[in-house]
């Protein structure tokens, strides 16, 4: 009830209000009221590790392209369309003379230069400078120290003219170019802010449709203003979002009811209370949820380096009955990483997850097989791990699931449950300071690739101890020489795919996730991807 009182005072009581000259006879402001799962991780966009912090930095930054409501990239801070080489390896982009930073100050080509070699750069550590890999000329040698940082094939040619140079031609270019790591950053003002920078609202300048108040880096609220500074801000509808963090369904259930949130997600029984009302919606989404198993790290393995282990956990968990009974949200049972609906067989047209099928069956019995057969590998007749979750309603019901099913079917597992905030959770993933970790990954763009390449060797989202030469060759290749050979390249990402998960268990696959939830019909162009950050530059409302 404490907790409930203090959101209903934090959450604003109308979708409008005066405008805060004072003026009775203006117009009224527009103002949206939206629930977010935690405090925001982080906001840089070089630093950026994490689906949540993605949503909340496209709402505020831009790049040279951003998805339109169809999801296809079109034109942002760059004027026109670039002028191609020959060989699709060299592209030119004039950046718009009406780009402005939040101060005023213009976006120009050296604010992309200075962005995309601080990623690349050994030093920064960003968990996402691997997207330049394979793509950007010279940053996969950058990456590793080979080769200095002022070697990366992108050039500010002057002010509002960047030159940037592939390894290959790559079909997917435009789309990686609408990710956070693409974006640019003012390089006078990120130095002079130094480890300031990003930490909180007064320490960051923004380029896109909105600008963030009142967010100090740990809040639990925190405001998105329409940016006056921003190019296309006649396209921007309403005047500002209101966030509140909202853990659980009921909260956000009674705050929606009472006109104080404008769209919640429902899962559980929330759904079947809500799913005749005219207000509820449902969408499949391009996430995919699993777990992650730690398999050691620093020289060191752990009891989940046993590959017997990994596939009985894999076989023992039915996962069916956790989706409709807690999710009950659309949310569909996957045996893959790669979600089903993303991407299609160049030659046939055959979906990616149906070609490679179900990788991974619920079987007790055999589970029970690999079970004992890693055990006495081990030389233990007994494993003990702890599994770290989001302290949200729904992960936590689902941890206690997989706690109930997993100590249920594999005789001697005893597994404890540490819940902890969202950011504390992506942390230890990030950090890999887990055992067992609920976790899940929704793309950056439309293709297979953004889902395989976190586990390469050493890539910022593997943090399993996984490690395979041929792994890497299959997923690195479709980035580089199999780019311009479709067929090849598709099946060179089956293959990869089918060692992660059927080969060598590294992760659990659980589900896809599906969206069912509450938004009232005045809520316009809220828009949001099966893959990609959600994107609010066009909504709106319209009483």
């Not at 925001?40 to 909340?56: E, K, V, Y």
């Not at 055959?350 to 619920?362: C, I, P, S, W």
């Not at 050493?458 to 792994?471: I, Q």
Request: net charge negative.
């Amino acid at each position: 009830m404490v907790t409930l009182v203090l959101l209903l005072a934090a959450c604003s009581n109308n979708q409008t209000s005066e405008t805060s000259d004072g003026d009775q006879g203006g117009e009224e402001e527009k103002v949206l009221q939206l629930s977010a799962p935690g405090e925001i991780p982080g906001l840089d966009p070089t630093m950026a590790d994490n689906d949540f912090s993605f949503d909340m930095i496209n709402q505020v930054f831009e790049g040279l392209y951003r998805l339109d409501k169809e999801g296809k990239p079109e034109l942002a801070l760059a004027a026109e369309e670039p002028e191609v080489s020959e060989d699709g390896r060299i592209y030119t982009f004039t950046i718009r003379e009406d780009a402005k930073w939040s101060d005023g100050s213009a976006v120009t080509a050296g604010d992309f230069e200075y962005a995309w070699k601080k990623a690349v750069n050994p030093d920064t550590a960003a968990a996402y400078g691997p997207q330049f890999e394979e793509i950007v000329a010279n940053a996969s040698e950058i990456l590793v120290g080979d080769k200095p940082v002022d070697d990366l094939g992108v050039e500010a040619l002057d002010e509002h003219t960047l030159k940037v140079t592939l390894e290959n031609p790559v079909p997917f270019f435009k789309e990686l170019l609408t990710t956070a790591i693409f974006f640019p950053q003012p390089e006078d003002f990120v130095e002079k802010q130094g480890e300031a920078y990003a930490r909180d609202s007064e320490h960051i300048l923004f380029n896109g449709p909105f600008v963030m108040e009142d967010w100090s880096g740990t809040d639990t609220s925190w405001t998105f203003q329409k940016n006056d500074q921003y190019w296309d801000k006649q396209a921007v509808n309403v005047d500002k979002i209101e966030m509140n963090v909202v853990k659980d369904t009921s909260t956000a259930v009674n705050l929606y009811k009472k006109d104080q949130l404008d769209r919640i997600e429902l899962t559980g029984e929330y759904v079947d209370e809500y799913k005749e009302s005219e207000e509820y919606h449902t969408f499949l989404t391009g996430a995919t949820s699993y777990l992650k198993m730690n398999q050691g790290k620093d020289g060191e393995t752990t009891d989940l380096a046993n590959l017997h282990i990994r596939k009985a956990i894999n076989m023992a968990l039915d996962k069916q009955k956790m989706v409709d009974t807690i999710l009950n949200n659309g949310s569909i049972v996957v045996n893959g990483n790669v979600p089903k609906g993303l991407a299609e067989n160049p030659e046939t047209g055959e979906d990616f997850r149906v070609e490679n099928g179900d990788l991974v069956e619920y079987d007790v019995e055999q589970a029970k097989d690999e079970w004992q057969q890693g055990l006495d590998e081990l030389g233990k007749d007994k494993l003990e791990f702890t599994l770290t979750t989001s302290d949200s309603g729904t992960s936590k019901q689902f941890a206690e699931n997989l706690k109930y099913q997993l100590e249920s079917n594999l005789p001697g597992m005893t597994l404890n449950v540490k819940s902890v905030p969202p950011k504390a959770s992506i942390s230890a993933n990030v950090n890999q300071e887990y055992e067992l970790i609920l976790t899940g990954w929704n793309g950056d763009y439309q293709d297979p690739l953004t889902y395989l390449n976190l586990f390469i060797t050493d890539s910022p989202g593997n943090h399993t101890g996984y490690s395979n030469e041929e792994y890497d060759r299959l997923v690195l290749g479709a980035k580089s020489d199999l780019a311009n050979k479709p067929q090849e390249r598709w099946d060179a990402l089956l293959k990869a795919e089918r060692m992660l998960i059927e080969d060598s268990a590294v992760l659990v696959p659980l589900y896809q996730k599906g969206s069912a939830y509450l938004q009232q019909d005045y809520v316009k162009d809220l828009i949001t991807y099966q893959v990609s950050a959600d994107n609010y530059k066009w909504v709106d409302i319209e009483k």
